[in-house]
């Protein structure tokens, strides 16, 4: 499918509207106003304004910006007053209200009505599919998935998913577009729920409780197990990498030889467990425990502070392992 009106130059963008402005919308704030941006941000809770602000210093202060540096990223901020009003005046859109088909297919409709044609008017949506999120858009061409992971302003993945209605030449420009700001983006082929990052998280988490449920672990042990030992190898290979590299001098063809029968075996139960109050008090109790020494504030902090001493190892040692068909040396800058 084609648009009759052409979108704009990705690199002719320089007003971006936020609209959503919890985590992760103040997250998208924070990474576009630190890439020169000017951002109109809106949000229908009353004070938002207020909490938008506190939350950018915050995230500004963790990355050790200076505070005449983070006065003048903030004149470039605007408050909006409406969602009408900021997808009028703007050159590209994310939007970031609630994970709820109803209350963002409604708001995608009104920013499709208000943006002038060529905008392309992206979702942070963490699973649901554009195409149900589309439906009855006259300008359902420009609109296409853009999902981040939190941290926004420190975690380069974003996942592009089209619609059903979604234009090549849309997702095409998302792809260009996020890449520009830094951003690894990864196109999606199809629209899965969850996609492909947070199906593979949820199934890890699953297990997780089914874990906890049966007694054979807590949450502190599993987060231990993770941390100190696959999440290393995690944060630069992926898991087929992984086993490319367990399966001796023929890699991955030699693991499943060696190791294949163990995909059969009960090792994971990948259905979650009822959610019954038992579970629900026991693992928030028992993480509550692990953790409870350290607001979440401070938690937080502490997270982004080894973010960033991670991005900073592995920006410089970026190799280029490659194939004919793959590069894998990555983009792990976070400008």
Known sequence: MTTSQPLIDPSAVTRIGIIGTGLIGAGWTALFLREGFTVTAWDPAP???????????????????????????????????????????????????????????????????????????????????MSDLQAGCAGAHRLVVGHPFHPVYLLPLVEIVGGSATSPETVAWAETFYRGVGKSPVVCHSENIG????????AIFREALHMIDAGEATPEQIDAVITQGPGLRWSFMGPFLCYHLTGGETGIRGFFERFGASLTQPYSRLRAPELTEALLELVIGQTERAYGELSLEDLEGWRDERLLALLAVLRPRETT???????????ADVR
């Open 47 to 129: 004070g938002f304004a207020a909490a938008l602000l506190a939350r950018l210093r915050q995230i500004f202060q963790r990355l050790d910006i200076p505070p005449a540096e983070q006065t003048r990223l903030l004149a470039a901020l605007d408050c909006g007053g409406s969602a009408e009003a900021v997808a009028n005046e703007v050159d590209f859109i994310q939007e970031s209200g609630p994970e709820d088909v109803v209350t963002k297919r409604r708001i995608i409709a009104l920013l499709d009505e208000f943006a002038a044609p060529g905008i392309v008017i992206a979702s942070s949506s963490s699973g649901l599919p």
């Open 321 to 331: 392992v490659t194939t004919k068909r793959h590069d894998f040396s990555g983009r």
């Open 195 to 202: 996609f492909i990052g947070n199906r593979l998280q949820e």
